[in-house]
């Protein structure tokens, strides 16, 4: 019987499944550098603690590990946050702080560039105020858009809808914020931190991407 020139000894490489699995791990390390303060940012402006941030980010970033073949090519923000926003869901639901993060975490918390919220108190709570009397689905869209930096195309992407809707959405949800504000571009005018033009549209409303 004839053999053949390199014989099957049945038993797998060794070294082909540890080098995907660190290829995974790399590529989820570099997400997770890449995207970390974004994520945290998200979870500060949703959250009544800090600690409840932390808690949110942690528990973000350990279903984006689980489910990593199912992130999408490029920028991983908008997938990020929509994984942030069912992770909210249910923290807000069950009404229990998630488990407390390790000291790495809580001292990198301290250390990321976060916005003040000592800075433009009154006209923060202008704008939330505001905020809370929109639609939810219509508040967190803007907040996508204008506090989270994404394009109508991600957040549409996030929230799960067709980029027509959320543009469409965010159309309704601005000329709201313009009418319970005001004339956002006189006065006060834009806060660091207070994206009220954002919010209002009358920065980038001609942004359709």
Known sequence: MTRSAVPDSGVPDPGAPADRDDDREARFRGMYQTNFS???????????????????????????????????????????????RHVLANHH????????????????????????????????DRVRRALLRIGPDDR???????????????????????PGTARMRLARARARMRELLGDAGSGAGHVPGVPTLHATGLQHSGETR
């Open 140 to 162: 967190e869209l803007l907040m996508l858009v204008g506090w989270d930096g994404l394009t109508p195309t991600e957040a549409a992407a996030a929230l799960g809808i067709k």
């Open 93 to 124: 639901r069950s009404g229990r702080r998630r488990e407390r993060l390790g000291g790495r975490l809580r001292s990198t918390l301290t250390a990321e560039s976060a916005p003040d919220p000592a800075v433009g108190v009154a006209e923060t």
């Open 38 to 84: 974004a994520v945290l940012g998200y979870a500060l402006r949703r959250t009544a603690q800090q600690a409840d941030a932390s808690d949110v980010v942690a528990e973000t970033f350990l279903v984006a590990w689980r489910r990593f073949d199912d992130a999408p090519p490029g920028d991983a923000r908008p997938w990020l946050f929509g994984v942030a």
